[in-house]
């Protein structure tokens, strides 16, 4: 384990933090807003510690494998510290506890609150909230691959540890270049989405709030009634088209802005394709369900569905309607869109849709040959044929991810009495999700849950945005071996 470069990236990123910190900080003083100091009293923690860390040489020898685990599992837990700190300082977060569970659900993008009067927090705070749940989308250790280049301490293991997908795509030669074309596509879209939600009749804060937690599908809001509070069909539905685009894989993206604006780009990716199909039967078999059982404005139910849908599958976690009154059916396609996630390469949480669609095509094609034994029959992806390593790594983490959700579901439910809370709140922790179901749905918070429970699901949240394996492999003893 190469400890020295651990700790001097650990004080880099922590560097990084430190800097994004002052940017509320010279907001809060501006105003002359009462969360200055906690701001302040953070970013010289951070600072101090990031400046002690970095002067550490660094090893010889580039990181290996475990070692990049190791340092993307602490840089997450990390960032979680440090980012709670500002709230830690302030009157609105009664506990560490709670300051920890708001910041690292911030981090991982998942947008579970303990919060119960938001739009009391000062403007500074809830930039804060935001800029937590922007940095984490992309990620933060991939940023510091973007802007500390000359560190050459092995970047695609870091890479590869934290972006989520079956494999990590590089889009250029170097890492380093990798890092910053997806951190360059991701500030274009997020600006354009500020100036949309902006002339959409927001304000430059709710603009730049929502554009930051819309675009890292993270679901923080500066409303207490989340986007409904706005009560705009218009913002609604651009926030629909922003989620689903930051639920795509954002190599997709980038080919699309830099290499020639071509629309097959995106028409001839599977993943894609599976992806979109979800959303258009999710929402179409969900508003019919509704439509026959409850009725309603046909407009309105449509609007509603297919902004939760997309909420949702992207794990991002906003509301405009209490899913929880919706008939059964549409309860389930939700809890089943939960777990699926987005694209792989892209800010969402979930498995993801290229496993299930993966092993979907597994299933048929084992089918097939229960009925014909002679027959040879491969999977393939984008003409090419895929690996069955590939299939039997998917096949395994779906079997890890679920062991990983009914041990968390045990745990939790030494503290919740209610089963539809200790499995919806599990769900939507691990998943990055944030709202869930039973007294943790889309119009409660997760204030009442006890100190136990909270941490286990900060804990689910930071295994789910890394994927799970990058944070077990430090439990065995052979990573710390020599």
């Known amino acids: 384990m190469q400890y020295a470069s651990i700790f001097k990236m650990l004080g880099l990123i922590t560097g990084v933090l430190a800097i994004f910190l002052l940017i509320p900080a010279v907001y809060a003083f501006i105003l002359g807003t009462e969360d200055f100091h906690g701001f302040l009293y953070a970013f010289i923690i951070a600072a101090v510690t990031g400046a002690l860390l970095a002067l550490i040489p660094k090893s010889k020898h580039s990181l290996k494998y475990r070692d990049s685990y190791a340092l993307v ?3 997450w837990l990390g960032a979680g510290f440090f980012g709670c700190l500002p709230f830690y300082f302030s009157s609105a977060f009664p506990s560490f506890t709670d300051a920890y569970f708001e910041s690292i659900s911030g981090f991982t993008t998942t947008g579970a609150s303990i919060l119960t009067n938001i739009e009391a927090l000062p403007p500074a705070t809830l930039l804060w909230r935001s800029l937590t749940q922007w940095l984490g989308g992309m990620g933060i250790i991939v940023f510091a691959l973007a802007i ?5 301490i092995g970047g695609m293991g870091i890479f590869q540890a934290e972006v989520p997908g079956p494999t990590a795509e590089k889009l250029t030669p170097r890492i380093q270049d990798t890092a910053k074309v997806l951190w360059v596509v991701y500030l ?3 600006i354009v989405l500020i100036a ?5 009749g927001m304000t430059v804060l709710d603009a730049i709030c929502h554009a930051f937690t819309a675009m890292s599908t993270g679901g923080f809001s500066t409303k207490n009634n989340s986007v409904a509070g706005f009560n705009s069909p218009f913002i609604e539905w651009v926030l629909i088209v922003f989620m689903i685009i930051a639920g795509m894989n954002f190599a997709l993206h980038y080919r699309f802005l830099f290499k020639g604006f071509k629309i097959k780009i ?7 394709g599976f992806y979109l199909l979800v959303i258009l039967f999710a929402v179409t078999s969900v508003t019919i369900t509704i439509l026959i059982q409850q009725g309603g404005d046909v407009a309105k139910v449509i609007r509603d569905v297919f902004f939760s849908v997309s ?17 059964i059916y549409g309860q389930f396609i939700l809890m089943f869109v939960m777990v699926m996630g ?3 390469g892209s800010t969402a949480g979930g498995i993801k849709s290229v496993r299930l669609m993966l092993v979907l095509k597994y299933m048929y094609s084992e089918t097939l040959k229960l009925l014909h034994p002679n027959l040879i029959r491969t999977v393939k992806m984008r003409n090419a044929v895929v690996d069955r390593y590939v299939l039997a790594n998917i096949l395994g983490f779906i079997f890890i991810y679920t062991t990983v959700m009914a041990v968390s579901i045990l745990l939790v439910s030494f503290q919740v009495d209610d089963m539809v809370t200790a499995i919806g709140s599990v769900i939507a922790s691990l998943g990055n999700i944030g709202p869930g179901f039973g007294t943790v749905g889309p119009t409660e918070n997760y204030a009442h849950l006890g100190k136990f429970t ?16 990058t944070i077990l492999i430090l439990f065995l003893p052979k990573t710390w071996r020599k």
């Open 266 to 272: 995106y028409s001839q990716d599977p993943e894609l």
């Open 148 to 152: 500390i280049p000359y560190l050459n």
């Open 188 to 190: 274009i879209i997020t």
């Open 73 to 75: 599992s602490f840089g």
């Open 342 to 344: 987005g694209c792989a």
């Open 311 to 327: 909420s949702i599958l992207t794990t991002t976690g906003y509301g405009t309607a209490d899913y929880e009154l919706w008939p």
């Open 454 to 469: 909270k941490w286990i699901l900060s804990l689910d949240m930071v295994m789910g945005r890394l994927e799970i394996l």
């Open 196 to 200: 949309l939600l902006w002339f959409g």
